[in-house]
């Protein structure tokens, strides 16, 4: 596993800045610093991230320690009952030696804090990611930075639009029929839409397939993203659990 090191001799922003790690993890550096922590980037969400299953329920938190305050949670199974996984963006050493982790996870917002270390299964690698086009609606799935697939897509029409942001593919979902509105396959990202927090399971944005191919590519959706169900299969064919998406 490479890490990135950032340490506040070197600023931890610019250091992030300049090795492609996404924005939020400067703000983690900032906050370990505060409390005279080093942190060390883990994940890019472009060739390198790792994930890790959730093994305990947890609060996260807006610091690394068990003072910080909460600002949201984490449990080990999701609303359809897969084992729920975050993405760990890097590491800080607490006062007391213990490992914190900064992870991205699940819910409405784009969600970011720290949790204990003790309450995620071992991590592992993924090297792909997505990238969703909302004004041209399309899919783009990279492996190891390389394009590998284009799909054309459909996207959250104007009073319901797919929320932008960074993300990641949460879970993987077989419909019960293959003739329903989410086609032969479901991916579940760990993106909400704040448009429909009253359906079940708090409103949770897909990524799936369709029975309605003819209205790809638009602006068609209640926020998830349909693809023809060919485009879904070879997708899934390329792409893990645990792999980042970014919406733009």
């Known amino acids: 596993m490479v890490a990135i090191a950032i340490t506040a001799a070197a600023g ?58 909460q600002v949201g949670a984490i449990k ?15 590491e800080a050493r607490g006062v007391n030696g213990d490992r914190w982790i900064f992870v991205r996870y699940p819910g409405l917002g784009r969600r970011t804090g720290w949790a204990p270390s003790t309450v995620l299964g071992r991590a592992s690698s993924v ?23 284009r ?9 319901s639009p797919t929320p ?14 293959k003739d329903s509105i989410y086609g032969v396959l479901a991916f579940g990202l760990s993106a909400y839409s704040r448009f429909r927090t009253d ?9 799936h397939g369709t029975n309605e191919p003819e209205l790809i590519p638009g602006h068609i959706s209640n926020g998830c993203i349909r693809l023809e169900n060919r485009d879904i299969q070879r997708i899934d064919r390329l792409m893990p659990v645990g792999t980042p998406v970014r919406i733009v």
């Open 76 to 90: 080990p199974r999701t609303f359809f009952g897969t084992t729920d996984v975050v993405l760990e963006l890097g």
């Open 127 to 149: 090297n792909t990611r997505v990238v969703i086009h909302r004004h041209h609606p399309s899919v783009r799935l990279f492996k190891r930075g390389r394009l590998v697939l």
């Open 12 to 69: 931890p922003a610019a250091r992030a800045a300049d090795r492609g790690v996404p924005a939020a993890q400067a703000g983690a550096a900032r906050t370990a610093e505060a409390r005279g922590l080093s942190y060390r980037a883990l994940s890019d969400e472009r060739t390198r991230t790792l994930r890790a299953f959730v093994v305990r329920r947890s609060p996260v938190r807006a610091a690394p320690e068990a003072a910080g305050k």
């Open 151 to 159: 799909a054309r897509a459909g996207v959250g029409a104007r009073r």
């Open 164 to 177: 932008g942001g960074r993300f990641y593919v949460r879970e993987r979902l077989i419909p019960s029929t």
């Open 199 to 207: 359906w079940p399971g708090g409103g949770q944005v897909g990524m």
